[in-house]
């Protein structure tokens, strides 16, 4: 075996860098390649605080400057370590509007040897809006990206951005510079700001998509404080009434005394109470429907903007799970054999789907076997906690529950509800017998075809009278025998339908 191949990732893909210059942290990604839903290959921030006394001085004080040239020197000599085939580098309000500005970024040119851009508001909004596009599934709603030194606010309708996007002077640290360190005064420099505002005046009610490293993690903390068993923050929804309620408890600047404040670190805690203050004041403008957290920004925007629009069209939910099958299934076109396969059965068993559900059955199908190496007692609990807790975008909590559930009764088995993942309390009855079959169809799939491809195509669904036949060409003839007609029983008893199989 050589061990100097790496059998973890995918042929043929050049890495690809972006270094984002912010103005509270400077961070560098490395993505396995330019594709539809890249992965992240490496993953590194320094809080420089750049933007730290930029709205009292005008200028980028000298001991963050001098930090953040040590962090881009570390980072150059990470990219030329990894190999990348490009490096984007990407500065945002900090950069932008100090005196000193310039200089430092002919600075950061010489040690990275490449070009800085340096993001216009208007282009970071874009960029932000591209994040949420790249990552959602037909989004709607209003996207706010808040850091260190500003928050952008743009519309967002599916694939379309919206051209009034703005861009406001109330990032994080510069609130807590222009307030003084003031919770009350920055409250009242938020309101002023937004309550003038067009695009949330005119888009009331409309979802409200929350961008940036502070809100990241006001939707950790409250996910701790919650208690909630999915902790995955990327498309984490909470009712607006319910956000507002805790963003008022940490608002009060009692952070240390907050329960489960140990989740969020020591160094990202001082913005916390300015990150809920422009929430709150965002939430009573906009008076949304649900606040949706988005873990991709300007980042995952920049990279989605340099896709071809064929590309972009693509759906990243399925190419994130035809990555993971081609990473990790024994057949990765058994998969696709199974997407064909348990759409004729959702057909013939009469279980509609709307354009949603069927995404999650075909990501389902995709990830199906992802888990095989593992020890068959275990299989279906890590297998499930593999789809649930994955890097997948374009996919809901809910979809996350439904594919997980799915994949966990296909390994598992279909009546062991009380050995079922912590996140089974998060689906109704509905989804939960949804996932049940659609596991049976999988683990009748498995035992026919043995997790390789060529059989299922094979094996029809069909509807004969009063029961349904799987009809079977002789040719696959000597498959059938005890277990997977025993499978088979198992799908006529958690469907109450007479299942029969038929020779042809």
Partial sequence: MDNSVAQGRLKGRKPVAVI???????????????????????????????????????CLEPESVEMALRTLRRFHAICEQIGVSAIH????????????????????????????????????????????????????????????????????HETKVG?????????GLRLQDMSDNNL????????????????????????????GGTWRNLAKLHI??????????????????????????????????????????????????????????????LAPKKVIFSGAGVREGFMFSQLTQKVQSEDPLIAACQEMATLRARSPAQAYDLIGFTKNAFEVFGVEENEEQRR?????????????????DYRGDQSANQVAFGPYPGITHRGRVYVALSVFYRNEGLFVDEDAPAI??????????????????????????????????????????????????KRHADLIAERPLGRLQQLAKITNKELSYLVV
């Avoid at 993505?31 to 420089?48: A, D, H, M, Q």
């Avoid at 956000?243 to 140990?262: A, P, Y």
């Fill in 20 to 58: 984002d210059i912010g103005s509270n942290s400077v961070r560098l990604v490395v993505y396995e390649g330019l594709v539809r839903s890249p992965t992240v290959l490496f993953n590194e921030k320094i809080l420089c605080g750049l933007g730290k006394g930029v709205a009292k001085t005008g």
């Fill in 89 to 156: 580098t990407l500065a945002t309000a900090a950069a932008r509007e100090s005196k000193n500005g310039p200089a430092f970024i002919e600075d950061a040119e010489k040690i990275l040897q490449n070009r800085v851009k340096v993001l216009t508001g208007k282009e970071e909004a874009t960029y932000s809006a591209y994040g949420i596009i790249s990552t959602f599934h037909h989004p709607d709603g209003i996207a706010g990206d808040l850091g260190g030194g500003s928050l952008e606010l743009v519309d967002i």
């Fill in 163 to 171: 051209d009034d996007g703005i861009t406001l002077p109330l990032g």
């Fill in 184 to 211: 009350s005064e920055a409250t009242k420099i938020a309101r002023k700001y937004l309550k003038n505002s067009e695009i949330l005046s005119k888009n009331k009610g409309r979802n409200f998509y929350a961008v």
């Fill in 224 to 285: 701790a404080v919650k208690r909630y068993p999915l902790p995955v923050m990327h498309a984490y929804e909470v009712e607006a009434s319910d956000m507002d309620s805790f963003l008022h408890r940490v608002t009060k600047g009692e952070i240390e005394q907050l329960k489960n404040i140990s989740a969020i670190s020591k160094n990202r805690r001082q913005l916390l109470s300015y990150g809920a203050t422009v929430l709150t004041e965002v939430l009573r403008c």
């Fill in 360 to 376: 999650y059955r075909e990501a389902a199908c995709l990830l199906a076997d992802i888990g095989w190496r593992f020890h068959p």
């Fill in 424 to 473: 089974i309390k998060l689906a109704n009855k509905e989804m939960i017998e949804r996932a049940r079959f659609l596991g049976g169809l999988m683990r009748v799939a498995n035992l026919f075809s043995a997790s390789t491809a060529g059989i299922l195509p094979d094996l029809i669904w069909k509807s004969q009278e009063k029961k349904i036949v799987l009809t079977i060409p």
